[in-house]
Nanobody, 120 residues
Framework: QVQLVESGGGLVQAGGSLRLSCAVS????????VGWFRQGPGKEREFVAS??????????NYGDSEKGRFTISRDNAKNTVYLQMNKLNPEDTAVYYC???????????WGQGTQVTVSS
């Protein structure tokens, strides 16, 4: 059984930083795509970042509003995915979800989400 458990969310002031973690069990991260998504109040779920394979090449992808502020990474030894978020603003307030085994917007496994709240 594949499980994804997010952590690291919380309340932060605008301009601050947070690092989200996603511990994955049941699948080895080194060979599958992983991603982060978010859903803000009254909004649809949107893509944040991903690490995906295309052939033998590994790609890091970001949503337009996250480029230059967010960094996705993974530690294969710990089977954990991270999302470093810097220069946070109130528009980043959302529940953040980790996803695994997929690409683009289509992933097979999802975590339960972690709340990030950015105060102005």
């Amino acid at each position: 059984q594949v499980q994804l458990v997010e952590s690291g969310g919380g309340l932060v002031q605008a301009g601050g930083s947070l690092r989200l973690s996603c511990a994955v069990s049941g699948r080895t991260l080194s060979s599958i795509g992983v991603g982060w998504f978010r859903q803000g109040p009254g909004k649809e779920r949107e893509f944040v970042a991903s690490i995906t394979w295309s052939g033998f090449n590994l790609y890091h992808n970001y949503g337009d509003s996250e480029k230059g502020r967010f960094t996705i990474s993974r530690d294969n030894a710990k089977n954990t995915v991270y999302l470093q978020m810097n220069k946070l603003n109130p528009e980043d307030t959302a529940v953040y979800y980790c996803a695994a085994d997929g690409s683009g917007r289509n992933f097979r496994y999802w975590g339960q989400g972690t709340q990030v709240t950015v105060s102005s």
